[in-house]
């Protein structure tokens, strides 16, 4: 992944004319935090990459996953850098993560986890310095204990220090959504252009956490872009005339869960894999990186794919559906919705005030139709992709600051 988005910057740097020295300094991260915290008498490595702060603080969230090391949260930290900067918002790029599968630990090792995560980086964040969020396999609540321990540590209180946090300790209305939404407003902006938004149109979507689930839920205010095909690490569903992802969530707790389709034998599952090759007009990819690579690339029959995760194209399969016609809506645009509305709730903290959801969203979705459209005029007009659009335009606003 760090491969792919250093490749699409340096080439939007030969195209638009910048130095050897000046794409270097554009690659590399300004600081790294390297470190391990022990819970329960085991080590767990973690990062926090803080890439570039040109435009402002350093924005980026946190994820636990098992296979979180230096060069993912590079990579991660590079492409928030150059999100923040698509979608025109005054931050910079960074990003965390521990190595660790949180399923396998005690809801009280977790907290232990995320306490000791923020403490350790307290010096170094801040709502003026570096403002974490969510991520993978974090959520509201392992935020809000993180900034209770960073508070507690610094002796002061600072909401703004991190985002994604729950209603009552300062949250915004629409953050949960937000990634999913943004995805969808990304995707019907492009169909627009496309003369496609009143055909119908079939949907299968690679990972059902709260990204995927949310974009599926936005998605039903448009009846003509139809969800067939849903999928997790373990199966894939599939469901022809239309999936109703409201009975794929988990009763009581409401949490997404596709299992809950198998269990109301709705639709049987199969192979995890199938996802990426089945026949849709739209892919939807929201799970994790390096999900279409060299490997799988010529099954994909999809004439559009989104990028709700962050890296989930390898540069190698990019460049050979490109050839073949397919449309790619860059993860820099496609997923902004978060770190649009985390922006949002950082100017709320800022101002002590709390917004209606209809005025986060009204916010979110001005921003980022005012970036969909910059991008695809720069790549009509230039006969670029749109993730090459996208990262021109980008990379000219991070040189100008
Ligand atoms: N983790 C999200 C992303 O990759 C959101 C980051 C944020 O809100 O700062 O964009």
């Known amino acids: 992944m760090l491969e792919t988005a250093q490749t699409a910057i340096r080439e939007a740097a030969e195209r638009l004319g910048y130095d050897q020295k000046t794409i270097q300094s554009v690659l590399e991260a300004e600081a790294e935090h390297i470190f391990a915290i022990e819970v329960n008498g085991k080590r767990y490595p973690a990062f926090r990459v803080q890439h570039n702060s040109r435009r402002g603080p350093y924005k980026g969230g946190i994820r636990f996953h098992p296979h979180v090391n230096i060069e993912e949260v590079r990579a ?60 993978v396999n974090t959520n509201a609540e ?8 960073y508070e507690k540590t610094i002796g002061a209180t600072d909401p703004g220090a991190f985002t994604g946090k729950s209603m009552d300790k300062g949250g915004s209305e629409g953050r ?14 492009l169909l627009k252009r496309q003369n496609l938004l009143d055909k119908p149109l079939t949907i299968a979507m690679q990972g059902f956490g709260n990204v995927g689930y949310f974009f599926a839920k936005v998605l039903q205010d448009y009846p003509n872009l139809k969800l067939i095909a849903v999928s997790n690490s373990k199966h894939t569903w599939v469901q022809s005339d239309g999936i109703d992802v409201t009975r794929a969530v988990h009763v009581p707790s409401g949490t997404p869960r596709p299992e809950a389709l198998h269990d109301l034998q709705l639709v049987t599952p ?3 894999g199938l996802i990426t ?6 892919l ?28 989930p194209v390898s540069a190698a399969a990019e460049r050979f559906l490109q050839q073949r016609g397919v449309i790619i809506l ?41 970036a969909s459209g910059d991008m695809m005029d720069r790549a009509a007009e230039r006969k670029l992709s749109l993730k090459q659009a996208a990262f021109e335009i980008a990379l000219e606003r991070l040189m100008k600051n």
Not at 277 to 282: E, N, P
Not at 336 to 352: F, P, R, T
Request: proline residues 5%.
């Open 270 to 272: 199969q192979p995890s």
């Open 142 to 149: 392992i935020i809000d204990w993180m900034t209770d321990e």
């Open 76 to 135: 991660l930290a590079t492409l928030m850098s150059f999100k923040t900067a698509a979608v025109g918002l005054p931050l910079g790029g960074g990003k965390g993560g521990v190595a660790v599968d949180p399923r396998e630990l005690s809801k009280a090792d977790v907290e232990m986890l995320a306490r000791r995560y923020a403490r350790h980086l307290s010096p170094y964040i801040g709502s003026g310095k570096d403002i974490p969020a969510p991520d």
């Open 176 to 189: 949960e959504a937000a990634t999913g939404r943004g995805g969808v407003i990304a995707l019907v902006e």
């Open 277 to 282: 090759s089945l026949k849709a007009d739209i």
């Open 284 to 311: 939807v990819l929201a799970a994790l990186e390096d999900a279409v690579t060299e490997h799988n690339y010529d099954s994909v029959k999809a004439g559009i794919i989104v990028e709700l995760a962050n890296g």
């Open 330 to 370: 860059p993860d820099v645009v496609a997923n902004a919705g978060g770190v649009i509305v985390s922006y949002l709730e950082w100017l709320q903290n800022k101002d002590k005030v709390h917004w209606p959801e209809a005025e986060v969203n009204q916010k979110l979705e001005k921003i980022l139709i005012d």
